[in-house]
């Protein structure tokens, strides 16, 4: 099993939907959440952390379920400019590699007009 | 500007060639990452150093070695053992976590270098 693992789509959404990833972590030990969005061609940007309580970035909000060990990502009234790959990042949570981020091979999001 | 650069943008090598990807940052951050990222997959750890003058493998290190002779600098070769070198390849760096065992903080990458051996 993946130490992080999303679904890689793509998914296609209309201007204005409201869309939803999920992502799987294996490590139960893991501390560190992430989300970033990596356009075509470019470097990953932060999009937000993701806490325990949940947290909420103007349309976006992200959760994490510790029981059930995972983070999702909750995009409302998309934008075209939403358009890009979403990166699930969690710190390794052995002892071994508590040091390092362990990046998901992302999700696609497409937002037709 | 505070930030990370990278260069050159684009490198083609040939066969048997070492070839060194520049990476500098100006965040004073003390950690600092190379990745390699193949079409379609995550990004995959090759080196990375939390001080000056220590680093430490990644996950596919076999055929790449780095240096952290300075805070700001932390350049990657891509040796010619190194069997499939055409990527992207990501640096990146980060503050260090502010306790051992604890969260970590995010890290900020730049823009990355594409390799493509001819």
């Known amino acids: 099993r993946k130490e992080v693992e999303q679904d890689p789509g793509p998914f296609n959404v209309p201007e204005g939907a409201t869309v939803a990833f999920n992502c799987t972590y294996s490590?139960?030990?893991?501390?560190?959440f992430f989300w970033y969005r990596q356009d075509c061609r470019k470097e990953p940007k932060l999009l937000m952390s993701v806490y325990s309580s949940g947290n909420e970035d103007g349309r976006f909000t992200a959760q994490l379920n510790r029981a059930s060990q995972y983070i999702s990502l909750l995009i409302r009234d998309s934008k075209l400019s939403d358009s890009a790959t979403y990166l699930c990042?969690?710190?390794?949570?052995?002892?071994?590699?508590?040091?390092?981020?362990?990046f998901g091979q992302g999700t696609t999001l497409q937002v037709k007009p | 500007d505070g930030g990370i650069t990278q260069s050159p943008k684009y490198l083609f090598r040939k066969e048997g060639q070492n070839v060194t990807l520049s990476c500098e940052q100006n965040?004073?951050?003390?950690?600092m990452y190379w990745y390699r990222q193949d079409p379609g997959q995550g990004l995959r750890l090759i080196y990375y150093?939390?001080?000056?003058?220590?680093?430490q493998k990644g996950d596919i290190a076999e055929g790449y070695s780095v240096s952290r002779e300075k805070k700001e600098s932390f350049p990657l070769t891509v040796t010619s053992a190194q069997k499939n070198p055409t990527a992207f390849y990501l640096c990146a760096s980060s503050p260090l976590r502010p306790m051992s065992g604890g969260p970590l903080n995010e890290q900020f990458f730049g823009p990355g270098t594409r390799l493509t051996v001819l």
């Open positions: 990042v969690v710190n390794g949570g052995s002892p071994s590699n508590t040091g390092k981020l362990i």
């Open positions: 490590n139960s030990a893991s501390q560190s």
């Open positions: 150093s939390q001080i000056v003058n220590d680093f």
């Open positions: 965040l004073n951050h003390d950690a």
